[in-house]
Every structure is written in structure tokens, then in C-alpha cells.
């Protein structure tokens, strides 16, 4: 049984809330891979058909090595003046039908990742944001400035351009410079940049020795040094001292002990006492994570009431995550309280118009709560609800990716049906390893979205497996589909279909267990007759197999 310090992993603290579903679930198209809109008609298009060769089903199908084959798809969208994601990066509404030189198809098989742009705010952890080195300097001193900040600066003075020449790593020399400035210097903030600055480079340093011993001992020493000085300046021990700089270093250490970084054992009780020392400075992220920790129960008995309470405390000092979860708490009353929707509405449009790479949640919440009109004082309005969740997207949040894909495959929130855009939030979702793209990108693959995605069986069943090896019970079926048909794979297999089948109808999948009991009535020869059906367009708008 695990000490009571340390129950479970590490609390995320940049999570949506613990154990609470989103204000409303999130759109499921429930993947079958027939569920494809018609694709009859193409849309506009500035792209042709790139040459690249049709889908077969060639033995590279078959798959020993699916992790060392799974990787993202080659990116070729960029975005429109709307913020949408577009294959090509073009607008079809400005230029004609002609082939564009850059573009490549996505595939699940690509062994690189080529982007057409990078990936625009790359996501930070929120736990990290108290721990940047941001040394404090000014143009008259060096006093307290580190020394890979300092010669970065002389670089800029001299050449000014950030990075030429590049800043050498730390050393010994250079660390033994930094403490002498450090030491004649009074500046609080200044010292606890230092002691950051040594725990951050104690490794580092310490494998400059010349053995595995004299680097242990060494970095024991530079740990005990960097703990030293944060410790001095958090109060001497868990201690209310009252000013910011000691409230940054109670808010420091509160993060080392409920990650167990730095040598130091994880403890989940010391790091919410230092978490709640912080907060009585009025220290807004430590009001956030104390709020956490009364909520979900780690390092201090579970406190519905605390922890609405920190969470009001940080929001009024506008902390975003703080503000997004207050909003979700009030909209359907959890915590114990009674549901409040105009309050919650008004803490998620706060979140909203702050949002950030780290916390773009509130843009996708405000977006579902106007995708409806069962929230009191909420009035309906899909086309702002599809700009919220454009504007989460930019940020790079999945669920809104995913979402806009969707919206424009089947024509939801007001969006017209559109491959190639549906395709290019996808797209960006699944770089980032999110099955529910993976698997709709299988069925693009399935049908094809000529001319800028042909059709391919082999991309269709590795998009599936990729997400299906996630987990995911539809992708799970749909390889099953893949191995029954011989989609994708060398020949149609009945037992890998059945396995997989089987994995999906453990999560409950109503489709793989349906499929199951009909392959247990059917025999063997009825099977081999029936096998291998592809899909078909019929009159309606659904591809049926």
C-alpha cells in the first residue's frame, strides 16, 4: 500500500476537471467506416491530384513493426484568413485548378514529418511557467544575471541578433563566477533565480566530472546548495513569510515535492503546505493548485467547500485555469453547489478572452455551451460557437480540432461540407497522436478526397491501427472491418478480424458486437461468399457497405 504522502501519479494541474465530464460531451460521429459524406460532388478545390500512387494492398500492410511505421502525417495545410486549417494553403475561391508544387500527401507510414508551416503556439505545461529562468538584470549591472544570460546579452549588444554567437553550456568556472555575483548582491529575486538556475544545471555540470562517482557527489552537492537558498528565501521551512519573492519560492518548492524533481522524494503533503503558504501571499497559481488538491484529495483530505473557495480566490486575481473550472463548477453545479449558469458563463467568457497555449479550455467549454440552447440565459449561436472553437484550435487544443474537423465532414455549425478543411484540422490533431483524428483520417483514406487525398487501403488500415493500438474500441472495429474485407492487408484474415472484433466488444461497442454474434451464425463458406465488400455511394448522403 503506498504511503498516504503519495497516493497515485502526480496531480496534472493543467487538466480539465478531475473527474468531471465537459459541460456537454463532445460530438461523436461513431466511426463505421461507412460513415463518410458523399463525396459525389467536389468541392472547389486550388489543388489537382497529386502523384502519388493509388492504395493496394501490398505486403508493408502486414505489420511485425507498427510503431517504427505509425508516425504523423506530413502536414500540407496551412491556414486561411478565417483561421481555418487548408490543404495546400491556398483559398479556392482565389486561384484556379492547378497543381501546387509543395504539397504531400499525409501518411500514416511516412518515416518524417514534413511541414508545410510550423505548428503555430506550441503547448507549455503550466507547472513549468514558475520555473523559466528569467534572470534579473539591468543595463548598468550584471550583478545576479547568470552567466549563459549574461553572454547572451553581450552577444546582442555586440551583434544584435539573438543566438550568434551561441551561448556556451555551463561549467564549474562559469557557476563559481554566477555565486560570487550572487553573493554580493541583496537582491531576493536575483537569489532565487540563482538557486533555480544551479537545480536546474546541477546535472549538467556534474557529468563534466571525470568519473560516475566524483558527478554523483558533485551533484548532490549543487542539489543541497539550490534547496539551501530556495528554502532560505520560502521562510526557513513551511513558516508564513509574506512577500512575493518568498511566496515564488514556497510556490517552487510546493511543484519539486509534487513532482519528486530534483533528487527530492515525492510528497504530496509537504507540497500542498507549501502550495497553501504561497496562496497566503495571495499567490494566484498557488491558490489554483491548492484549490486542486482540496478538490481531488492530494496531500489533504478532500474539501468541496475549500477548494470553490481557492478557486474563486484565483480567479479573482484572473488565473485562467482557475477561472475555466469555476465556470464548468457553476454551469452544473458540482462541487455541492446549487448550478448557477449566468455566473458560470460569465467566469468561462473571462477564461475565454484569456486564453493561452497552456489553457485554451475555456474557448472550447463556451464553444459547446452555444452549440445548444438547453442553458438558461445561453442563446444558441453555431456560427460564434465555430469561432470559439477555431480560435482554440489556433492554440492547439485537440477537442477543438477534432471538433472542426467534424463540422465540416458533416456539414455541423452552420459549416459547409468541406474535405479539404475537415481534413486539415485532422490533420493537425493527429500529429499530435489524438485517435479520434487517426481514426477519421482512416475513413478519408477509405474513400479518398480526390483530387487533393487519394483513395488509399493501406494509409486507411494504418490510420486505424494507430489509433485502434491507442485503445480507441471504434478503431479497434474498424481494423477488425479491415482484416474481414482485406482492406489494407495482404489477404482477408477471419481471425485477426475476430480479435479485433473482440477487443472492441470488451469496451461495449454495439457494432463489434453485433459483428461477433454474426460471425458466430455464419458458417465458414456463407463467410468466404460474403467477405471483401467494399463500400458503395447510394442515393443519400452515407457511403453503406
Known amino acids: 500500500m503506498a504511503p498516504a504522502n503519495m497516493r497515485g501519479p502526480p496531480v496534472d494541474f493543467t487538466a480539465a476537471p478531475h473527474g468531471q465530464a465537459p459541460v456537454h460531451g463532445a460530438y461523436d460521429n461513431g466511426f463505421d467506416p461507412s460513415d463518410r459524406p458523399h463525396l459525389g460532388v467536389r468541392p472547389p478545390t486550388s489543388l489537382q491530384r497529386v502523384g502519388t500512387p493509388q492504395g493496394s494492398r501490398v505486403g508493408s500492410a502486414s505489420h511485425g513493426d507498427n510503431n517504427g511505421r505509425f508516425l504523423a502525417a506530413a502536414s500540407v495545410y496551412s491556414h486561411s484568413s478565417s483561421g481555418d486549417a487548408l490543404v495546400g494553403g491556398h483559398d479556392p475561391q482565389q486561384l484556379p485548378l492547378q497543381p501546387y508544387a509543395g504539397m504531400r500527401p499525409w501518411t500514416a507510414s511516412s518515416r518524417s514529418l514534413p511541414l508545410a508551416a510550423p505548428p503555430h503556439n506550441q503547448q507549455q505545461s503550466l507547472m513549468l511557467s514558475s520555473e523559466r529562468d528569467a534572470p534579473s538584470s539591468s543595463a548598468s549591472s550584471m550583478v545576479g544575471v547568470p552567466p549563459m544570460a549574461a553572454a547572451g546579452a553581450a552577444s546582442l549588444a555586440q551583434t544584435g541578433a539573438p543566438g550568434s554567437p551561441k551561448t556556451p553550456p555551463p561549467t564549474a568556472a562559469s557557476l563559481e563566477a554566477y555565486r560570487v555575483s550572487i553573493k554580493r548582491s541583496n537582491d531576493p529575486e536575483a537569489q532565487l533565480e540563482?538557486?533555480?538556475?544551479?537545480?536546474e544545471h546541477a546535472q549538467g555540470i556534474a557529468d563534466q566530472e571525470r568519473n560516475k562517482k566524483l558527478s554523483n557527489k558533485r551533484y548532490e552537492i549543487l542539489?543541497?546548495?539550490?534547496?539551501?537558498?530556495?528554502?532560505?528565501?520560502?521562510?526557513?521551512?513551511?513558516t508564513v513569510h509574506r512577500t512575493s519573492t518568498a511566496a515564488e519560492a514556497q510556490f517552487f518548492l510546493g511543484t519539486v515535492y509534487s513532482r519528486g524533481t530534483y533528487g527530492a522524494e515525492r510528497d504530496d503533503a509537504k507540497a500542498f503546505s507549501y502550495y497553501q503558504q504561497a496562496s497566503k501571499s495571495q499567490h494566484a497559481e498557488a491558490n489554483y493548485r491548492t484549490a486542486v488538491c482540496y478538490e481531488v484529495g492530494v496531500g489533504i483530505r478532500r474539501d468541496s467547500t475549500r477548494a470553490l473557495q481557492f478557486y474563486r480566490k484565483a480567479a479573482a486575481q484572473s488565473n485562467v485555469p482557475a477561472m475555466y473550472k469555476l465556470g464548468v463548477i457553476l454551469i452544473k453545479g458540482l462541487l455541492g453547489v446549487a448550478p448557477s449558469p449566468r455566473e458560470g458563463i460569465t467566469w468561462l467568457k473571462r477564461a475565454a478572452e484569456n486564453a493561452t497555449p497552456e489553457c485554451p479550455h475555456g474557448l472550447h467549454e463556451l464553444a459547446l455551451c452555444h452549440e445548444t440552447d438547453d442553458i438558461?440565459?445561453?442563446?444558441?449561436?453555431l456560427s460564434y460557437s465555430r469561432e470559439l472553437y477555431i480560435k482554440a484550435g489556433k492554440l492547439g487544443y485537440l477537442p477543438s480540432q477534432v471538433r472542426l474537423g467534424q463540422a465540416y465532414e458533416s456539414g455541423k455549425l452552420d459549416c459547409p461540407i468541406d474535405p479539404r478543411r475537415s481534413i486539415g484540422?485532422?490533420?493537425?490533431?493527429?500529429?499530435?497522436?489524438?485517435?479520434?483524428?487517426?481514426?477519421?483520417?482512416?475513413?478519408?483514406?477509405?474513400?479518398?478526397?480526390?483530387?487533393?487525398?487519394?483513395?488509399?487501403d493501406v494509409e486507411a488500415y494504418l490510420w486505424a491501427r494507430r489509433a485502434a493500438d491507442?485503445?480507441?474500441?471504434?478503431?479497434?472495429?474498424a481494423v477488425g472491418y479491415y482484416y474481414e474485407c482485406g482492406?489494407?492487408?495482404?489477404?482477408?484474415?477471419?481471425?485477426?478480424a475476430r480479435k479485433w472484433y473482440a477487443k472492441a466488444a470488451q469496451k461495449q461497442n454495439r457494432r463489434a458486437i453485433k459483428r461477433l454474434n454474426e460471425l458466430k451464425k455464419m458458417g465458414v463458406d456463407d463467410w468466404m461468399r460474403s467477405k471483401g465488400a467494399r463500400p458503395r455511394h447510394n442515393k443519400g448522403d452515407k457511403l453503406m457497405l
Open 470 to 477: 491507442r485503445g480507441l474500441a471504434k478503431a479497434e472495429y
Open 223 to 238: 542539489v543541497a546548495e539550490g534547496f539551501k537558498w530556495v528554502k532560505k528565501l520560502a521562510g526557513g521551512g513551511i
Open 194 to 199: 540563482f538557486a533555480k538556475y544551479v537545480l
Open 425 to 456: 484540422w485532422y490533420t493537425r490533431a493527429a500529429e499530435k497522436n489524438d485517435p479520434e483524428a487517426e481514426i477519421a483520417l482512416s475513413g478519408w483514406y477509405l474513400t479518398g478526397a480526390e483530387p487533393f487525398l487519394p483513395q488509399n
Open 376 to 381: 438558461p440565459g445561453v442563446i444558441q449561436d
Open 487 to 496: 482492406i489494407g492487408v495482404n489477404s482477408p484474415d477471419l481471425n485477426e
